[in-house]
């Protein structure tokens, strides 16, 4: 601003020589913040690539499929970066000494336009090889998360698009919504009733991910996951041997139960509308002397997948604030009702909703330290994008040996990876009212 003032007070009063210097001095002026900026762009474009750098690693086998055009482009471009910030590097050592105003001169007038071409080509990278880790994620979640049924509904739409596409048909998504084979495929894929089906159709959006075949993600090993994952029992899922399976265990008496009570009810942990929570051991306690609670669910008709969830997600979770699960199977009782049994570690340290209810208050230390404990259980969740959805005191025990902080009861829990997923969470309402979040 001062050489700009300069310059105007010099043409007014018609002094030449000090309107030249001013010149001199704004394009001066204009170079330094050229340069300036040039740096701070160059140093942008390290954090980029550093960027790019974590996400090669962190796809770790999967960056093996990423095509060699692909992997040849990168290493052009760091290249290219690494010359740039030579220069930068150069300048800045420089500074204020002689022969920096050239270097920067230097590097405006011969890397400004490369850097702008690089900054682009590297936003554009970052961004293809970004989503490609994110399908290479979502493949990932595929094969071990239960929203498997999403993605054969994916495949099954992308295979079709591509044969209506290779025969030169429309494969928008009015078309395939309007293709009964389409509509059969999916629903064959999807594993839903036909009452489940047309509703879910009626907001069914065609959402086909590019590149699983562009980019190395095979669509037939997509499906090969999800046939194994329905498959794949969890305990004895499909009703056969979970008689015998129960008999593995005793009832364990809780320690404050009354003498006279027989062993069923004294082991009696608490109860609810889902069913019955029980005290267990194995029978051969020599062997294996661990207890467990035991949490009896009641299956109704129609009710299996749901309750079989449950089972599926603690099976996947493995956090030092997460409840472990041990095994689940299905027992038929003397009068013929249907339970599904969640076998998890027994916490018997209590609950968090007993330790803040309970005078007198805890310590702010010892409340913020329970905080941190349970924000570190739900940020893994988060991490396999699964929502616990029901996250309350209640829901938060104590173990009674390590003192630690571990979430349970997953049976509200959903994934969110998914866009069914999503709709299905935005039409309902679940958990405790005083412990949801306010939107």
């Given at each position: 601003r001062i050489a700009?003032?300069l310059?105007?007070?010099g043409?007014r009063a018609?002094?030449p ?7 001199v001095a704004?394009?001066?002026?204009s ?6 900026g040039?740096i701070?762009?160059a140093l942008e ?5 550093v ?5 090669l690693?962190?796809m770790?086998?999967?960056v093996?499929?990423i095509?060699?055009g692909t ?9 290219d970066?690494k010359i740039?910030?030579e220069?930068?590097k150069?300048i800045?050592?420089?500074?204020g000494r002689?022969g920096?105003f050239?270097?920067a001169l230097?590097l405006?007038?011969?890397?400004g ?7 682009e ?5 970052l961004k ?6 994110r399908?290479?994620?979502d ?8 929203s498997?049924r999403t ?12 044969a209506?596409?290779?025969n030169?048909e ?11 084979e389409v509509v059969?495929?999916v ?5 839903l009733?036909e ?5 879910e159709?009626?907001?069914?959006r065609?959402?086909v991910?590019e ?12 499906l090969?996951?999800v ?5 794949a029992p969890l305990?004895v899922?499909?009703g056969q041997?979970g ?8 009832y364990?008496r ?11 009810p004294?082991?009696r942990l608490?109860?609810g509308?889902f069913g019955?929570?029980?005290q267990m ?7 294996d002397p661990r207890?467990?609670?035991a949490?009896?669910?009641r299956?109704?008709?129609g009710?299996q997948a ?12 493995e956090h030092?604030?997460i409840v ?5 199977f ?10 599904f049994i ?7 340290g209590?609950s968090?909703?007993?330790k803040?209810?309970t005078?007198p ?11 941190r ?5 739900v940020?893994y969740?988060?991490?396999?994008y699964m929502q616990?959805?029901?996250l309350?005191p209640?829901?938060v025990?104590?173990d009674?040996r ?8 997953l ?9 069914k ?8 309402q679940v958990?405790?009212e ?6």
């Amino acid at each position: 601003r001062i050489a700009t003032e300069l310059c105007a007070l010099g043409e007014r009063a018609n002094v030449p020589l000090l309107s030249g210097a001013c010149g001199v001095a704004s394009t001066i002026l204009s170079v330094l913040n050229d340069a300036n900026g040039l740096i701070a762009d160059a140093l942008e474009m390290g954090e980029r690539v550093v960027e790019v750098l974590e996400l090669l690693q962190r796809m770790e086998e999967n960056v093996q499929r990423i095509d060699a055009g692909t992997q040849a482009s990168v290493a052009t471009r760091m290249q290219d970066l690494k010359i740039l910030l030579e220069a930068v590097k150069d300048i800045v050592e420089k500074l204020g000494r002689r022969g920096w105003f050239m270097s920067a001169l230097h590097l405006v007038t011969r890397h400004g336009q490369k850097l702008r071409h690089l900054d682009e080509e590297m936003s554009k990278q970052l961004k293809s090889i970004w989503e490609f880790y994110r399908l290479a994620h979502d493949a990932h979640l595929a094969t071990t998360l239960e929203s498997v049924r999403t993605y054969a509904v994916e495949a099954a739409l992308e295979r079709n698009m591509r044969a209506r596409e290779k025969n030169g048909e429309a494969a928008d998504s009015a078309a395939l919504e309007e293709d009964p084979e389409v509509v059969k495929a999916v629903a064959v894929a999807s594993g839903l009733t036909e009452s489940e089906f047309a509703i879910e159709l009626g907001t069914l959006r065609v959402e086909v991910h590019e590149h699983f075949e562009t980019q190395g993600i095979k669509l037939d090993l997509i499906l090969e996951h999800v046939a194994k994952m329905q498959l794949a029992p969890l305990g004895v899922y499909d009703g056969q041997g979970g008689e015998d399976r129960l008999k593995l265990y005793v009832y364990d008496r809780r320690a404050d139960a009354p003498a006279k009570k027989k062993d069923k009810p004294a082991a009696r942990l608490g109860d609810g509308g889902f069913g019955v929570v029980y005290q267990m051991r194995k029978r051969d306690s020599a062997i294996d002397p661990r207890k467990f609670a035991a949490k009896f669910v009641r299956v109704a008709d129609g009710e299996q997948a749901r309750v079989q969830a449950e089972a599926r997600r603690l099976a996947l979770l493995e956090h030092r604030h997460i409840v472990k699960h041990h095994e689940a199977f299905w027992h038929e009782d003397g009068d013929g009702e249907e339970w599904f049994i969640i076998m998890n570690e027994l916490l018997a340290g209590g609950s968090l909703d007993d330790k803040i209810t309970t005078p007198p208050p805890p310590a702010v230390e010892r409340v913020t330290d329970w905080m941190r404990q349970v924000a570190s259980g739900v940020a893994y969740m988060h991490s396999l994008y699964m929502q616990h959805r029901d996250l309350k005191p209640g829901n938060v025990l104590f173990d009674a040996r390590s003192g630690d902080i571990k979430i349970i009861d997953l049976g509200l829990a959903r994934d969110s990876s998914s866009s069914k997923s999503l709709r299905s969470a935005a039409r309902t309402q679940v958990g405790v009212e005083m412990y949801m979040s306010p939107e």
